[in-house]
């Protein structure tokens, strides 16, 4: 929601590291393309 994110946290060690970044990358991609299809959907109903 706010943009910011924290990895290495949990008390995992290197695998929760790599678990949170994966999560992290994840919700990142998924957000540049929802934002990515509304921006084309704007675009063809202009």
Do not use: V
């Not at 590291?17 to 934002?35: G, H, K, L, P, V």
Request: charged share 15%.
């Amino acid at each position: 929601k706010n943009g910011l994110y924290a990895t290495g946290f949990t008390r995992r060690g290197l695998m929760g590291s790599s678990y949170d970044a994966s999560r992290i990358a994840a919700d990142i991609a998924n957000q540049w393309t929802e934002a990515l299809a509304r921006n084309i959907t704007a675009h063809n109903n202009a």
